[in-house]
């Protein structure tokens, strides 16, 4: 979990994934007593027809909603619970539109009865457990949904009072109620199809348009192919899992920044540089994607907005978190191989370490997928 001073954002961790999953905001009891938020309750359903409200408006109630709802959103996430020891607040935000909230408060120690062992599920253990699954199998935002999420109007939130205008407008309780007509489900974190091997990716840029495609495709709005975040992060860069619609099989996405554009832009010049070698020492490089220059737009993924990406072959994992036993004597042949490769075309002092290297369990090959540092990269490019 990440801690902060009143709430934390509870992750999934697999390997170098660090994903997020639904965000815990700590109200003290006496602070927001289960009464306060029985009468906030109260109100919200005898004003929703109206509830745009001006000014200032003192609720420690919509006080510990907004700031939930402000970090849920802000990471892209449906759901999130306040918790105040004594009750549970549980928050939805709506798939379609971040403008509608849905609560349900909980009391764990009033629900739990002998006589009905169905409320074992209101537990705290219970709800949270069910938090947890639920937020596994949650649909990734959209970029209509980001859109929307970033256009929010602002307020000012302290320990008791919301200032200017609420960013959240209460809605007719039937917009609360999942439509089944909504958009084709898109899993999160995990995807079915699988990634698209170097060989076929070579074959497949025989044609020259997969990026022209791919362009395409992402400025159509489709959230059924939209890319998806796999949570590996750092440097300005950020991975992402897309798929070819024509194609159907799925490929690596390195995602800069704009602050890392540059080192992107350089880095796809190696590539370019490296081509004898793309499938066989490092990955296979389909081409740079610049909807910032092309089509005037960029597009957001876990809050970072990118405009330039790489598009690549998937080669495997970090060798550090391979699950299975790898022998290491196996892995320095493979490694001084690749290295007699890249001296033989003239790149030197190359960082060997094993974590700038990945392996794929199924083939068992190695790949470098760090040559350089930045500022190499960047002088090379210049």
Request: charged fraction near 25%; charge should be positive.
């Given at each position: 979990?990440?801690?902060?001073?009143?709430?934390?954002?509870?992750?999934?961790?697999?390997?170098?994934?660090?994903?997020?999953?639904?965000?815990?905001?700590?109200?003290?009891?006496?602070?927001?007593?289960?009464?306060?938020?029985?009468?906030?309750?109260?109100?919200?359903?005898?004003?929703?027809?109206?509830?745009?409200?001006?000014?200032?408006?003192?609720?420690?109630?919509?006080?510990?909603?907004?700031?939930?709802?402000?970090?849920?959103?802000?990471?892209?996430?449906?759901?999130?619970?306040?918790?105040?020891?004594?009750?549970?607040?549980?928050?939805?935000?709506?798939?379609?539109?971040?403008?509608?909230?849905?609560?349900?408060?909980?009391?764990?120690?009033?629900?739990?009865?002998?006589?009905?062992?169905?409320?074992?599920?209101?537990?705290?253990?219970?709800?949270?457990?069910?938090?947890?699954?639920?937020?596994?199998?949650?649909?990734?935002?959209?970029?209509q949904w980001w859109e929307s999420a970033m256009n929010l109007d602002k307020c000012r939130v302290n320990s008791t009072n919301i200032t200017k205008q609420l960013p959240l407008k209460s809605n007719p309780m039937q917009s609360l109620i999942d439509r089944t007509n909504g958009p084709t489900r898109v899993v999160r974190y995990y995807a079915?199809?699988?990634?698209?091997?170097?060989?076929?990716?070579?074959?497949?840029?025989?044609?020259?348009?997969?990026?022209?495609?791919?362009?395409?495709?992402?400025?159509?709005?489709?959230?059924?192919?939209?890319?998806?975040?796999?949570?590996?992060?750092?440097?300005?860069?950020?991975?992402?899992?897309?798929?070819?619609?024509?194609?159907?099989?799925?490929?690596?996405?390195?995602?800069?920044?704009?602050?890392?554009?540059?080192?992107?832009?350089?880095?796809?010049?190696?590539?370019?540089?490296?081509?004898?070698?793309?499938?066989?020492?490092?990955?296979?490089?389909?081409?740079?994607?610049?909807?910032?220059?092309?089509?005037?737009?960029?597009?957001?993924?876990?809050?970072?907005?990118?405009?330039?990406?790489?598009?690549?072959?998937?080669?495997?994992?970090?060798?550090?978190?391979?699950?299975?036993?790898?022998?290491?004597?196996?892995?320095?042949?493979?490694?001084?191989?690749?290295?007699?490769?890249?001296?033989?075309?003239?790149?030197?002092?190359?960082?060997?370490?094993?974590?700038?290297?990945?392996?794929?369990?199924?083939?068992?090959?190695?790949?470098?997928?760090?040559?350089?540092?930045?500022?190499?990269?960047?002088?090379?490019?210049?």
């Amino acid at each position: 979990m990440q801690r902060e001073k009143d709430s934390c954002l509870a992750f999934l961790t697999i390997g170098r994934q660090e994903i997020p999953l639904f965000v815990i905001h700590y109200v003290a009891p006496q602070q927001l007593p289960v009464a306060a938020i029985t009468d906030g309750i109260r109100n919200l359903k005898d004003n929703y027809h109206d509830f745009s409200l001006r000014g200032q408006i003192q609720s420690p109630f919509l006080v510990s909603i907004f700031k939930c709802f402000t970090k849920m959103i802000g990471h892209g996430l449906w759901r999130g619970i306040v918790d105040t020891g004594a009750s549970l607040l549980i928050l939805k935000a709506s798939k379609k539109d971040p403008n509608t909230l849905k609560l349900h408060h909980g009391v764990p120690r009033n629900e739990v009865r002998c006589d009905k062992e169905d409320n074992l599920r209101h537990t705290v253990v219970g709800e949270y457990a069910a938090l947890v699954l639920s937020s596994l199998l949650d649909n990734a935002p959209t970029q209509q949904w980001w859109e929307s999420a970033m256009n929010l109007d602002k307020c000012r939130v302290n320990s008791t009072n919301i200032t200017k205008q609420l960013p959240l407008k209460s809605n007719p309780m039937q917009s609360l109620i999942d439509r089944t007509n909504g958009p084709t489900r898109v899993v999160r974190y995990y995807a079915t199809n699988p990634f698209c091997t170097p060989k076929c990716l070579k074959g497949l840029l025989r044609g020259g348009q997969f990026v022209d495609y791919l362009e395409d495709q992402l400025t159509s709005q489709s959230p059924q192919f939209e890319l998806q975040p796999l949570h590996i992060a750092g440097n300005g860069n950020q991975f992402l899992r897309g798929t070819l619609e024509i194609y159907g099989y799925s490929f690596l996405v390195k995602a800069a920044e704009s602050h890392a554009e540059e080192r992107l832009e350089a880095e796809f010049d190696l590539y370019e540089w490296l081509t004898p070698l793309q499938g066989i020492c490092i990955p296979i490089c389909v081409g740079l994607l610049d909807l910032k220059t092309s089509r005037n737009t960029t597009l957001i993924y876990n809050r970072r907005t990118t405009g330039k990406m790489l598009i690549m072959s998937w080669e495997g994992i970090a060798v550090a978190h391979a699950s299975e036993i790898v022998n290491i004597r196996h892995l320095g042949r493979r490694r001084s191989r690749i290295h007699r490769r890249l001296e033989e075309i003239g790149m030197r002092n190359v960082d060997l370490d094993l974590s700038n290297f990945v392996r794929n369990p199924g083939t068992k090959s190695l790949k470098l997928v760090n040559f350089r540092t930045a500022p190499d990269i960047i002088s090379m490019r210049r």
